[in-house]
């Protein structure tokens, strides 16, 4: 065999304080999803999943979004397993919310 081996190497951020990996495989777990599903539904590269469940900082902005947006979580929680006080959460779809509601109306609004 002859030619070049072109090999390609990435930096890739890991650490101690990073919690990804943890939060990705409980939420994986939780969801019944496999590295498979994640990567289809969310357009990632199942390498790039498995990286991060290894506890390695995704360098896409757009992938650290696409999956908060998935499992409905901050950034904050998703590497770091920290969830920022007050932090206002969108229900799912079925999902009953209980509690006290203030409804409000901005002046010039016609109602719906």
Known sequence: ??????????????????????????LMKAHQLTYGDIARELGIPKTTIFNYVQGCLPRSGAHLRRICQRFNISADELLFDEQPANTPRCPKKGQVIRGTFMIMEVEGDEPA
Do not use: E
């Open 1 to 26: 065999m002859t030619g070049k081996i072109k090999r390609k190497y990435h930096n890739v951020m890991c650490g101690d304080d990073l919690k990804i990996g943890i939060v990705l495989q409980r």
